[in-house]
């Protein structure tokens, strides 16, 4: 095990109807703030009115911006910092997705910095201070709503970039399965599998006697993928529901990487077809994990041996090693063809003409990853793998 | 799964040497502190120096307050509110096991109040401040070090009773298990009894819809029984000394606990035995627990087979599920005979005596527990069991 240090005050609020806590999880001490979120779907269910219901109340101005998409973009991040600047906002509360809260996060450090927010994602320069951002989560998916990280698309470049900083770990996150029950499947779908690649950018791991929290991720794996069976069957199964919107911030958390180092490849790969063809982020990484686990599997094949007895049971009986593991990778994809999501390139129509420029991008004349090595051609043989 | 708030903004320094972060952890905010510890082993071992010197190299006046026994004590706790009241300490550092923690806990409630510290404890007030307590572990155990409890024990009337608040979270708690390697066995393995039972507070529920923590719990239990084994082998072993380390933070954090209804009997039937006998606590919990597991299993005989199948692997081929659980509480007796833990009250020179006294002062005419409630006979019936 690695050392490590761990920090995570996020305040869970979870439960039926938790959003009438948002007064309390506020406190006092603000009366500007930012509401950032996406289109007409918190206006059609009724969340939108109840948030600002609460916040009229509480007497609290409030400064509005809609228009987060999917991948959310650098221009928006712009304007929500130059409406906080403009405005002296002191927190901003984000009700949607992953999108909405990493736009969110970034627009807090922008508010308080006089740097440009796009080179904190390309300069690594040092996150010093962000305003505090409160999240209601609408789709469990990212785990953004109790993560340190950020990810934003710059229009210009089509580059989507990351960016970790415990400062912008939300303050709060106010968990209410009731609101994923209207969410069409390929949401619900395309979350569950951003859920597991969360815990399996952990998982794979060449780091010695981890064994706690190998089982804790085994463990969250196999209830997510139980739970996202019980879902196909059901989607308004709000116990299941509920199960799936806890995986999805224990997922991401950071506690099952803790002592771990971790792999993040196919994030970054997957983030390549986001930015040029704003893929869904659940999407690219159904397509990318099989291919990244077909490439990297002989690197350590006692964990891939592992991965298929203890999240799929396969049967080792009178089994080689390998074909145990490759056993394993191909539950995971059976898995992912049972909820609908795609497993090859082909499936979404995207062909080989830009896999050169995307593996250059993304390994920007280095390696990515840590469980392998990953430089440009290896990001071309896991395309060609996923095709 | 039930509705649940939950924040634990502890910081975790975990590693090798980590007593070193110190100073960045304590940060500039403090220049009067307590430090407060048990006896003569951190000074044998040479961790009360370097504490000491970390200390005066930042011109911290350093308060002392060493003494704290096993089941602490509220005298000594009166002792450190009196020197925080009197010296305008602004923080307790504590360096040592649960015991020198929980006393931490209590004295930095204790001195921001008016109010007499035990009344905390038996009327119920609810704690409205604390001076912040930081950690320096020495024994994994009772996962003290980022949980919102205390346990002290009264001298007079020889009661032991907790409190609970999110206010006494330790702000920082350093895990360098290299600390731990010199512990004698029987600390170790009541040790790691005391983590084990912390997690089957939290299992034994009888909350529906609770996959995903059923299999944290599950995950957690394995890898400590796993590793109890390898340290029996060789308590030298720095990797399992590092995995029970984390394990007993994580089972005491709160998060396996999170959604599902508790139940702590076992603990309260315990307390009684270290308040009248002295009994270490992770004894208590190995004779208590198999007793009350016998005693209350039919209450949801699915959950026991589950626990042997899952936690045990019990094969239950052929057997009724009665069999299958009455195994798995066999095989945890078993486990526990393995690490040289007392499973029987004569093995500790226990006998009936007081049996009704500890019923009555436990119970205190109403009931404990919830997987089943347990009443002032139930208790008797137990400790029949435990004999």
């Known amino acids: 095990m690695k050392g490590f240090y ?35 779907s918190i206006k059609r269910s009724g969340l939108y009115d109840k948030v600002v219901d609460i916040l009229k109340e509480m007497n609290i101005e409030v400064f509005e911006l809609s228009g987060v998409e999917p991948n959310p973009k650098l221009n928006l991040v712009r304007k929500g910092i130059e409406i906080c600047k403009e405005n002296d906002i002191t927190f901003v509360l984000a009700v949607g997705g992953g999108s909405v809260i990493d736009s969110a996060k970034a627009i807090a450090i922008g508010a308080l910095s006089n740097e440009d927010i796009w080179k904190f994602f390309t300069d690594g320069i040092d996150v010093s201070d962000a305003l505090p951002v409160g999240v209601i989560l609408t789709i469990p998916a990212t785990g953004s709503e109790s993560s340190p990280s950020t990810v934003i698309t710059n229009e210009d470049g089509m580059l989507k970039r990351s960016l970790d900083s415990d400062l912008i770990r939300p303050e709060f996150a106010i968990l209410n399965p009731e609101l994923t029950l209207t969410l069409p499947d390929n949401q619900t779908f395309a979350g ?33 993928i139980n739970n996202a069976y019980r879902l196909k069957e059901n989607t308004m199964n709000l116990d299941a529901r509920a199960e799936i919107m806890l995986s999805g911030t224990i ?66 009986e009178g089994k ?25 390139l082909s499936e979404i129509g995207i062909s080989v003409d830009q896999f050169e420029l995307m593996a250059k ?5 280095g390696t990515i990853g840590s469980f392998k090595k990953i430089n440009e051609q290896d990001v071309m043989n896991i395309f060609e793998l996923a095709k």
């Open 6 to 40: 761990y920090h995570n005050p996020t305040k869970l609020s979870f439960g039926k109807s938790t959003e009438e806590r948002l007064g309390k999880l506020l406190g006092d001490n603000h009366n500007r703030i930012l509401l950032h979120y996406g289109g007409g």
């Open 192 to 224: 569950i599998m951003d859920i597991i690649s969360h815990v399996l950018e952990r998982y794979f791991t060449q780091t010695d006697h981890v064994d706690l929290t190998d089982n804790l991720c085994e463990a969250t794996l196999r209830s997510t």
């Open 251 to 316: 997922a991401h958390n950071g506690i099952l990487g803790i002592g771990r180092e971790e792999d993040w490849a196919s994030h970054r790969i997957g983030h390549e077809l986001s930015a040029l063809y704003g893929t869904t982020h659940g999407v690219t990484l159904s397509i990318i994990f099989p291919a990244w686990m077909k490439y990297v599997y002989k690197e350590n094949l006692d964990r891939f041996v592992r991965f298929a007895i203890e999240v799929f049971r396969v049967d080792g």
């Open 320 to 344: 080689t090693l390998e074909e145990i593991a490759l056993e394993g990778i191909k539950e995971f994809e059976s898995f992912l063809e049972d909820t609908n999501m795609p497993i090859r």
């Open 361 to 365: 991008k993304c390994t920007n004349g």
